[in-house]
């Protein structure tokens, strides 16, 4: 029976089952667990810990910070840390008066790629910012150049490949670094230049490879394809064959689209924009938004209060392609203060599923960092105390669930019941035409998602009496 015509009767079944149930009291799904803080500084030296990054299971981070966690970086160098959550960080890199930053991981967690002005193995005497690899406890230097900048690595899942920009005239081919371009090494060292603009008047930046390692998404204000004669800042990529291709194409040259994240498979890429792809930013606010590599589709995310003086960036695509997160100050799902906080949102098929609030802090900010595959684990920084261990307001590096129980359309959360979409939604993911988390919609905790728990969620919806939504927790 094919996937159509097994969801088509499935959902007839629902239907009939939404007759049958009997309204009565209802009790709310279970409240979603606190984040777990992952760092913890306390010795008023106003060290941060940011930029964090995760592997695919949620359960390792990576990050930069000038604080002293391991008791190792008295110099308060900003170094690159490593973590299982629940266990203490481990200091990777350990040098003085430099500094190593914008750590990228591979899905294992056991490969580390970053950006670095410091001589970590012996080859940079020059302190020029190279890209750099851990590899389970040994570190390598993957780009040596002078007077030039290799920035902003990627690393792609099995951690063979590290996409980057760079200023450097490493082949004699980037206009001896007047423009950043796109960059490819191997964990060996081999390097490949992917793209090569003619006026070197424009830039190249922001990579963010699949996990082939034979596609990278990147933003770029030159004309590579001879789309872009308005040079806008568009979404663009290239295979490691150099075949660029333009992905957004601005209504006008005003407003730019940045920061490209894309998925394993290299089918999805989010990003945030001020352009009004959709006709849903008329008033050019900065906004999240997603585009596919094979059809060029643009879908918008976000959508701030009309003439709301925010802003949504920051994007984090989860590996899978099914969810993201970001950063926004603006007033969304609950955010009446305008605090900076993260939200996630799934995605799939022609739809946007609903926005939900990660964080909820006041008079502070917490901003998005790397998801597990799912998207059900989110680590982000902080100087809020979600967990009640950051009473210092220091910036700190945590893990939070983005799991609504029972709620996987709507992201409703307690005390807040479900709707009857999100029953529906879920009944869509027992029968494979939908992607529906665990921890979302296995509402009695039995290690599957059946239609068992669309009808168990639906007689929440309508109140059936001693009715208690149990997902397995994140």
Same mark, same amino acid.
């Given at each position: ?5 097994n ?9 009939l089952?939404?007759?049958s ?6 009790e709310?799904?279970?409240? %979603?667990?606190?984040? *777990? ?5 306390d010795?008023?030296?106003g060290?941060?810990?940011? =930029? ?6 949620? =359960? ?15 110099d ?20 003085t ?6 750590p990228?991981i ?9 950006? /670095? ?8 005497a020059?302190?020029n910012?190279e890209i750099?690899?851990?590899k389970?406890g #040994? ?13 902003a690595p ?6 063979s490949?590290?996409?980057f920009?760079?200023?450097?005239n490493?082949?004699g ?6 423009g950043s ?6 964990v060996?060292?081999v390097?490949?230049?992917? =793209? ?6 424009c830039?190249?930046?922001?990579a !963010?490879i ?12 030159c004309?590579l394809?001879?789309e872009?004669?308005n ?5 663009? #990529?290239?295979t /490691? ?5 333009q992905l %957004? ?5 005003s407003?730019?689209s940045?920061?490209?994240e894309?998925?394993?498979a ?13 006709g ?14 094979? /059809?060029? %589709? *643009?879908q918008? *995310?976000?959508s ?5 003086a925010?802003?949504s960036?920051?994007?984090r ?8 997160a ?10 009446s ?5 993260v939200?996630q949102? =799934?995605?799939?098929g022609?739809s946007?599923g ?11 900010? /917490? ?9 059900s684990?989110?680590?982000f920084d !902080?100087?809020?105390?979600?967990s ?6 220091? *910036?700190?590096v945590?893990?939070? !669930?983005?799991?609504?129980?029972? +709620? ?8 807040q ?13 027992a029968?494979?035409?939908? !992607?529906c ?10 290690g599957?998602?059946?239609?068992t728990?669309a009808?168990?969620t639906?007689? +929440?919806?309508?109140g ?7 997902c397995?927790?994140?």
């Open positions: 029976m094919n996937v159509r015509s969801s088509t009767r499935g959902i007839a079944v629902f239907g089952a939404l007759a149930v009997l309204m009565a009291a209802a709310s799904p279970a409240a %979603t667990p606190l984040p *777990v803080q992952i760092t913890a500084d010795s008023g030296t060290c941060a810990s940011s =930029t964090p990054v995760s592997d695919s299971t949620g =359960t390792i981070a990576a990050w930069q910070s000038d604080c002293d966690p391991a008791t190792t970086n008295a308060g160098s900003t170094e690159i840390f490593r973590a299982i959550v629940g266990s203490a960080p481990v200091q990777l890199t350990d040098k008066a430099c500094t190593s930053s914008r990228t591979s899905a294992d967690g056991t490969r580390i790629a970053f950006e /670095s002005d410091c001589d970590l193995v012996g080859a940079n020059d302190g910012i750099f690899l851990w389970n #040994t570190l390598s230097q993957l780009t040596t150049s002078t007077d030039c900048e290799n920035l990627s690393i792609n899942g099995p951690g490949f590290v996409a920009d760079s200023t450097c490493i082949f081919t980037n206009n001896d670094g007047r371009e796109i960059y490819r090494v191997s060996q060292g390097l490949k230049q992917l =793209t090569t603009d003619a006026t070197g008047n830039d190249s930046t922001s !963010s699949d996990s082939s390692g034979n596609l990278v998404a990147f933003d770029s204000d004309d394809t001879g872009n004669e040079l806008a800042v568009e979404i663009f #990529t290239v /490691s064959a150099g075949a660029v291709r %957004t194409f601005a209504p006008d040259d407003c730019s940045v920061h490209p894309m998925d394993a290299g089918t999805i890429v989010g990003f945030h924009s001020d352009c009004d792809f959709t849903g930013n008329p008033d050019a606010g900065d906004e999240i938004f997603t585009v596919t590599t094979a /059809s060029r %589709t *643009v918008q *995310v976000s701030s209060p009309l003439g709301a925010c802003a960036g920051e994007v695509m989860a590996s899978s392609g099914g969810a993201l970001f950063s926004s100050y603006c007033k969304l799902a609950g955010n203060d305008g605090s900076i906080e939200y949102v =799934t995605l799939g022609s946007v609903g926005l939900l609030a990660v964080t909820s802090g006041s008079d502070c900010s /917490s901003m998005a960092g790397g998801l597990s595959a799912d998207g684990r989110v680590m !902080s100087d809020c105390n979600p009640g261990d950051n009473a210092d307001g220091s *910036v700190e945590f893990r939070a !669930s983005a799991c609504a129980c029972g +709620a996987p359309n709507t992201r409703r959360l307690p005390p019941d479900p709707l009857a979409s999100d029953a529906l939604l879920i009944l869509k993911g029968v494979g035409s939908a !992607s988390a665990a921890c979302e919609c296995d509402t009695n905790d039995d599957k998602v059946s239609s728990d009808l168990r639906l007689k +929440a919806v309508v059936e009496a001693g009715i208690t939504l149990d397995p927790s994140e």
